[in-house]
């Protein structure tokens, strides 16, 4: 059988493998897009960095207290357990739950000192039975449906007034919310409709006595795009904290302004190397047959660690500075690449899945594009068994 060419001449040495699958997560990269973040957002606006579904996978303990460094005095969770863990792991900053308010996780909510964002102003009274029964005021944000039809209140500003004034002093309305549907598309009307409404209703709120700390509205793409009438008090950064803005669409897309950098490389160790002929298949359902010669190498990572199976046979990795193609199935546990034109890697050598080598780079929304879905779910698609390092 004829040896597959091999090419030899690159500088980039392999390096071993610490774990089967591993992220190291950048704490300097973290710390720079937080404050890219804060330039963008300009003076007097205040930041509330996202570490939701364990910091969208980069570790939350670990992000906010480089974020607590940096000087954030919020952070964003989205349930009650997110942000006892934090509690838990000393973290001071306020931290706003932003998709929680079951009726179980009320108390938990007081008694670890979160503030609940509360979608239906049925439930202030509640909250402010809560408060009476732990003896101090209850802050909480309500957040608004201005038209994205997912959480939020559609009342108008008379019954939220209603509500609020029936809750009384207990309680304290300290933000008023709502969130964007089309913030990435400047040819939809729905992002200047969702301001128009949520303004309306702030100034009619305020008309009746009620002026909240903090208005927000904008996550990371109207930062992005430097959206400044969205921005208000505060603004709720996550994805551009771990190093991403999404595309912008359409004509009147006017220029990205933030400047973040991905923080995070995931990488996986090489389990075996094997040589086959011609013909050979490859993996699950023989989905892949060798042109001719080929070097395989075996990842110790598959669809259980995160890796997209749509991306069988469609993706690409990094080798030592150059990209290697999927070849075969993703496995569950197992992936299988062809190294026939890269340099040399052996077991116990590491490859990258995320991130860049030499002048190869792959980030989460490139993967995400050839396995059909979204950097965010490419993100928090990473598995808890794949190791995090922090560097
Ligand atoms: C997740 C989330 C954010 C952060 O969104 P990014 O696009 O990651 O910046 C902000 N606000 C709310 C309500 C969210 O659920």
Redesign the pocket.
């Known amino acids: 059988m004829a040896q597959p060419s091999i090419i030899t001449n690159t500088t980039i040495r392999s390096s071993p493998a610490l774990h089967r699958s591993w992220v190291e997560v950048s704490g300097r990269q973290i710390a720079e897009n937080f404050r890219e973040v804060r330039r963008v957002a300009g003076d007097g606006v205040e930041l509330m960095p996202?570490v939701?579904a364990d910091a969208?996978r980069h570790g939350a303990v670990a992000v906010s207290r480089v974020l607590e460094e940096e000087g954030a005095r919020w952070l964003?969770v989205?349930n009650a357990d997110e942000g006892i863990l934090l509690r838990e792991a000393g973290c001071r900053a306020h931290i706003l739950v932003?998709?929680d308010f079951l009726p179980f996780e009320r108390a938990a909510l007081a008694e670890h000192h979160l503030t609940p964002v509360i979608h239906d102003i049925g439930d202030i009274a509640d909250w402010a039975a809560i408060a009476q029964r732990f003896g101090r005021t209850l802050p909480f944000h309500l957040k608004v449906d201005s038209g994205m039809g997912r959480l939020g209140t559609r009342a108008n500003a008379s019954a939220i007034a209603e509500a609020l004034d029936a809750a009384g002093p207990a309680v304290q309305l300290e933000g008023l919310?709502t969130?964007f549907a089309s913030a990435s598309d400047f040819d939809s009307p729905q992002t200047g409709e969702q301001c128009a409404y949520f303004r309306t209703l702030a100034n009619d709120l305020a008309s009746r006595g009620w002026k909240p700390k903090y208005l927000h509205m904008a996550?990371?793409?109207p930062v992005g795009y430097a959206m400044r009438d969205s921005f208000c008090d505060l603004v709720?950064?996550?994805?551009?904290i771990y190093g991403y803005v999404?595309p912008a669409r359409g004509a009147t897309a006017p220029q990205l302004e933030l400047r973040v950098k991905p923080a995070l490389t995931w990488k996986a160790a090489v389990l075996g190397v094997k040589d086959v002929e011609a013909n050979a298949r490859i993996g699950y359902g023989g989905m892949h047959v060798t042109r001719g010669p080929s070097r395989i190498a075996i990842l110790a990572a598959g669809y259980a660690d995160g890796i997209p199976h749509r991306l069988g046979a469609r993706g690409r990795v990094i080798v030592r500075g150059t990209y290697a193609p999927i070849v075969g199935a993703v496995s569950m546990d197992l992936t299988t690449i062809d190294i026939t034109n890269c340099p040399p890697v052996g077991v116990g050598d590491s490859v990258i899945l995320l991130g860049s080598e030499g002048d190869a780079s792959i980030d989460a929304q490139q993967m995400a594009r050839l396995a059909g879905t979204i950097s965010?779910n490419v993100l928090c698609g990473i598995h808890a068994r794949v190791k995090r390092v922090h560097v």
Request: hydrophobic fraction near 30%; charged fraction near 10%.
């Open positions: 996202v939701k969208y964003a989205s932003m998709a919310m969130h996550s990371t793409n709720r950064p996550g994805h551009a999404s965010y």
